[in-house]
């Protein structure tokens, strides 16, 4: 067309209407206010089988705007309606309302032509209230809701934006008019891959909504394209809210175009010099040589966390630092530097490699196996995938290697989001899974983790070594401190009910959600207070606070900051809930069982493998807070004989499976005979030992 058709267009001789007219105005939704600027206008329109060419919109009669038909793609009018033809007839205007002479209630016209030569014929108006207070919020091109009482946006993948080819993440923002919602459901092309993480931070929303929610509006969830049946061009992608009583219902949606796969060539010969010139250097340096096991470990952080307390009571039971040397090579300082270099173990503190740069990665690798060299040592540890460069160091000098990987994600994923300097270089990445292959033993604390890297392990190379804590320590704390004197210490009335979670607050433990989810029950048990241990001053964690305050919780509710000493909390605590949508098997959920505090944990990775429903904890679904509500009331409810009963069938359990000397033991056992002989399997090794790398469940449920 060379001209779009006018409103005001004659209509005398046109011929008669050929066929009925379908369509809608998707946004906005009816009795939305709109502020008096400019507004986005979507919807789409069909004339019979076919799209229709343009339309118009008008409010109380006044021209506001115009668009072609075919300005956006809707796959699902083609899907709904079983026509592809009409994935076309979606349209998106931007209408200018200042010109209105009057704010109010109004209402919405869109007028449709079918051709050039037919008429135009409205759609069903939507009524709109003109206001001049702030803008509303506007929703991106491209994103789209149903008529309903939710609002939001589906910030990424943004409309333009290519997702893929392996991993794609999507976030944004959701609320309900009058209540909270509980479950974000999110379907590619149909499938669904799992509930979005709720209550992330989304302090923006404060300038659209007044709910103290409306901060902790964000959602956020990674697709892994591999997972899906079969290799796509094009994915749709719906994001499906509950929220009350009401259905479920699509509140956003998009469809986006999967990159094509990096088919470039990788800097393989420029890879493969920098190599030469890593080996090059190392065969110059003349490298002390041990008798005895001359361990050398890698690890991310010396901070307080699951992770770094794993290696650091490994390394304590082991004897590291007196019975054999040991180095401890960290890529972020923190207070465990300290207590490692009075044990006798030297800590060098190396900045993160570069993963997004080879040349700067191959340095970097360079430098560390220098340092690997010089000091004589002949085997390997290192302490999550995060720390892969240390795999590629000590497989790449030829050194048994036992690698720890605590992250419940897969490689595709974790190459793909896990680094936040950007995308990893893909020599960068084959030079990690080139270590994942070569690793002696890949070392997991569940099955469920160790499945997602049976593909890239050597076989037989993968096994569960379950984790442990220190239980002398904590059986000897429980003869010396009581319950009345922690609560005492920590300031907490001996008359009320401490609902404990333990661990810095960060998105994936779900502490927001907790937060809304005690608001929710609070009324029904009023002794019972909610107490977060790990305040560490995060965007994520100031947040929390700030809602506590907010939503009237802070009566109620302690955000305390991370500390040291984290017995007293158990030790005062009557249930201990950990609602992580991702996790390998928390330390804090043994240590509370050890403790004899009864858990209630959700259904991820290594917890349903720990935990019996009823009888050694209590289990909920992660990312859902309906779920977590009801979980809530039911263990809060339950008396205490009864919650008494299921701690102490926790404690017993954790007594005989999971203590440190145990998964220490297994760690230095393999150390030790893979260096005699590296084509044994970890197994094998293990039996040798009078040990075996047996799955938790089968540990727990005997012989």
Same mark, same amino acid.
């Given at each position: 067309?060379?001209?779009?058709?006018?409103?005001?267009?004659?209509?005398?001789?046109?011929?008669?209407?050929?066929?009925?007219?379908?369509?809608?105005?998707?946004?906005?939704?009816?009795?939305?206010?709109?502020?008096?600027?400019?507004?986005?206008?979507?919807?789409?329109?069909?004339?019979?089988?076919?799209?229709?060419?343009?339309?118009?919109?008008?409010?109380?009669?006044?021209?506001?705007?115009?668009?072609?038909?075919?300005?956006?793609?809707?796959?699902?009018?083609?899907?709904?309606?079983?026509?592809?033809?009409?994935?076309?007839?979606? /349209?998106?205007?931007?209408?200018?309302?200042?010109?209105?002479?009057?704010?109010?209630?109004?209402?919405?016209?869109?007028?449709?032509?079918?051709?050039?030569?037919?008429?135009?014929?409205?759609?069903?108006?939507?009524?709109?209230?003109?206001?001049?207070?702030?803008?509303?919020?506007?929703?991106?091109?491209?994103?789209?809701?149903?008529?309903?009482?939710?609002?939001?946006?589906?910030?990424?993948?943004?409309?333009?934006?290519?997702?893929?080819?392996?991993?794609?993440?999507?976030?944004? /923002?959701?609320?309900?008019?009058?209540?909270?919602?509980?479950?974000?459901?999110?379907?590619?092309?149909?499938?669904?891959?799992?509930?979005?993480?709720?209550?992330?931070?989304?302090?923006?929303?404060?300038?659209?909504?007044?709910?103290?929610?409306?901060?902790?509006?964000?959602?956020?969830?990674?697709?892994?394209?591999?997972?899906?049946?079969?290799?796509?061009?094009?994915?749709?992608?719906?994001?499906?809210?509950?929220?009350?009583?009401?259905?479920?219902?699509?509140?956003?949606?998009?469809?986006?175009?999967?990159?094509?796969?990096?088919?470039?060539?990788?800097?393989?010969?420029?890879?493969?010099?920098?190599?030469?010139?890593?080996?090059?250097?190392?065969?110059?340096?003349?490298?002390?040589?041990?008798?005895?096991?001359?361990?050398?470990?890698?690890?991310?952080?010396?901070?307080?966390?699951?992770?770094?307390?794993?290696?650091?009571?490994?390394?304590?039971?082991?004897?590291?630092?007196?019975?054999?040397?040991?180095?401890?090579?960290?890529?972020?300082?923190?207070?465990?530097?300290?207590?490692?270099?009075?044990?006798?173990?030297?800590?060098?503190?190396?900045?993160?490699?570069?993963?997004?740069?080879?040349?700067?990665?191959?340095?970097?690798?360079?430098?560390?196996?220098?340092?690997?060299?010089?000091?004589?040592?002949?085997?390997?540890?290192?302490?999550?995938?995060?720390?892969?460069?240390?795999?590629?160091?000590?497989?790449?000098?030829?050194?048994?290697?036992?690698?720890?990987?605590?992250?419940?994600?897969?490689?595709?994923?974790? /190459?793909?989001?896990?680094?936040?300097?950007?995308?990893?270089?893909?020599?960068?990445?084959?030079?990690?899974?080139?270590?994942?292959?070569?690793?002696?033993?890949?070392?997991?604390?569940?099955?469920?983790?160790?499945?997602?890297?049976?593909?890239?392990?050597?076989?037989?190379?993968?096994?569960?070594?379950?984790?442990?804590?220190?239980?002398?320590?904590?059986?000897?704390?429980?003869?010396?401190?009581?319950?009345?004197?922690?609560?005492?210490?920590?300031?907490?009335?001996?008359?009320?009910?401490?609902?404990?979670?333990?661990?810095?607050?960060?998105?994936?433990?779900?502490?927001?959600?907790?937060?809304?989810?005690?608001?929710?029950?609070?009324?029904?048990?009023?002794?019972?207070?909610?107490?977060?241990?790990?305040?560490?001053?995060?965007?994520?964690?100031?947040?929390?606070?700030?809602?506590?305050?907010?939503?009237?919780?802070?009566?109620?509710?302690?955000?305390?900051?991370?500390?040291?000493?984290?017995?007293? /909390?158990?030790?005062?605590?009557?249930?201990?809930?950990?609602?992580?949508?991702?996790?390998?098997?928390?330390?804090?959920?043994?240590?509370?069982?050890?403790?004899?505090?009864?858990?209630?944990?959700?259904?991820?990775?290594?917890?349903?493998?720990?935990?019996?429903?009823?009888?050694?904890?209590?289990?909920?679904?992660?990312?859902?807070?309906?779920?977590?509500?009801?979980?809530?009331?039911?263990?809060?409810?339950?008396?205490?004989?009864?919650?008494?009963?299921?701690?102490?069938?926790?404690?017993?359990?954790?007594?005989?499976?999971?203590?440190?000397?145990?998964?220490?033991?297994?760690?230095?056992?393999?150390?030790?005979?893979?260096?005699?002989?590296?084509?044994?399997?970890?197994?094998?090794?293990?039996?040798?030992?009078?040990?075996?790398?047996?799955?938790?469940?089968?540990?727990?449920?005997?012989?």
């Amino acid at each position: 067309m060379s001209s779009e058709p006018q409103p005001d267009q004659e209509d005398a001789g046109r011929p008669p209407v050929p066929a009925p007219l379908q369509g809608r105005i998707d946004e906005p939704a009816p009795g939305t206010h709109v502020p008096r600027s400019t507004v986005t206008i979507r919807g789409w329109s069909g004339w019979g089988d076919e799209p229709a060419v343009a339309v118009a919109a008008l409010v109380d009669g006044m021209p506001v705007g115009r668009a072609l038909v075919g300005s956006e793609s809707r796959p699902d009018v083609a899907d709904a309606l079983g026509n592809p033809r009409l994935a076309d007839a979606g /349209w998106t205007l931007e209408a200018d309302l200042k010109a209105l002479p009057n704010q109010g209630p109004a209402e919405l016209a869109i007028v449709v032509w079918a051709g050039p030569a037919h008429p135009p014929i409205p759609l069903e108006p939507v009524p709109l209230v003109i206001d001049d207070a702030s803008p509303r919020y506007t929703w991106p091109a491209g994103a789209r809701r149903r008529p309903s009482d939710f609002t939001g946006s589906l910030d990424a993948p943004a409309p333009d934006d290519l997702v893929g080819p392996e991993v794609f993440c999507v976030s944004g /923002w959701a609320l309900h008019r009058s209540s909270f919602i509980s479950r974000i459901d999110v379907l590619v092309n149909g499938r669904g891959i799992g509930p979005a993480r709720l209550g992330c931070p989304r302090p923006d929303v404060r300038r659209v909504s007044d709910q103290p929610e409306a901060p902790l509006s964000g959602f956020e969830s990674v697709v892994n394209l591999t997972t899906l049946p079969a290799p796509t061009s094009h994915v749709k992608l719906q994001l499906v809210a509950r929220a009350g009583e009401g259905p479920a219902q699509v509140i956003l949606e998009r469809t986006a175009t999967v990159a094509p796969p990096d088919r470039a060539e990788e800097r393989s010969s420029r890879h493969a010099q920098l190599q030469e010139r890593r080996h090059r250097l190392l065969s110059s340096i003349d490298a002390p040589r041990s008798d005895g096991l001359n361990l050398v470990a890698f690890t991310h952080d010396l901070g307080y966390g699951g992770g770094q307390l794993w290696l650091h009571e490994l390394l304590s039971r082991s004897g590291a630092g007196a019975k054999f040397p040991c180095t401890v090579i960290s890529r972020r300082d923190g207070p465990l530097r300290q207590v490692l270099e009075r044990r006798g173990i030297p800590v060098h503190v190396s900045p993160s490699p570069p993963v997004d740069d080879i040349e700067g990665y191959e340095g970097r690798a360079t430098e560390l196996a220098a340092l690997v060299v010089a000091g004589g040592h002949n085997a390997a540890l290192v302490n999550t995938f995060a720390s892969f460069i240390g795999a590629d160091v000590a497989t790449s000098l030829g050194l048994p290697t036992v690698w720890a990987i605590h992250e419940s994600l897969t490689p595709t994923q974790f /190459w793909a989001i896990g680094f936040p300097t950007g995308p990893v270089h893909p020599s960068v990445r084959t030079a990690g899974e080139r270590a994942l292959a070569a690793t002696d033993a890949l070392v997991f604390e569940a099955d469920a983790t160790r499945q997602l890297y049976a593909s890239s392990a050597a076989a037989g190379r993968a096994i569960v070594v379950p984790y442990g804590v220190d239980t002398d320590a904590i059986q000897s704390y429980c003869e010396r401190i009581s319950p009345a004197q922690a609560r005492s210490d920590t300031g907490i009335s001996a008359d009320a009910k401490v609902l404990l979670v333990m661990g810095t607050i960060e998105p994936r433990k779900a502490q927001t959600q907790i937060a809304m989810a005690f608001g929710l029950v609070r009324a029904a048990f009023p002794d019972w207070v909610l107490v977060f241990v790990g305040d560490n001053q995060s965007p994520y964690a100031e947040e929390l606070k700030e809602y506590v305050r907010g939503a009237g919780l802070a009566d109620r509710s302690l955000v305390v900051p991370v500390v040291e000493d984290t017995y007293r /909390w158990y030790r005062a605590a009557d249930v201990l809930l950990c609602a992580s949508d991702i996790e390998s098997l928390p330390r804090s959920v043994l240590e509370a069982m050890c403790f004899g505090v009864p858990v209630l944990a959700t259904t991820v990775f290594g917890l349903p493998e720990l935990l019996q429903d009823g009888e050694t904890g209590f289990l909920f679904a992660p990312n859902d807070l309906d779920a977590a509500q009801a979980a809530l009331g039911r263990v809060l409810g339950l008396d205490q004989a009864r919650r008494a009963a299921v701690g102490a069938a926790g404690r017993r359990l954790v007594l005989e499976h999971c203590g440190s000397a145990g998964y220490a033991a297994d760690i230095v056992a393999l150390l030790e005979g893979l260096g005699r002989g590296r084509d044994i399997l970890p197994d094998e090794v293990l039996a040798r030992h009078g040990r075996s790398a047996l799955r938790l469940e089968r540990d727990l449920a005997g012989p």
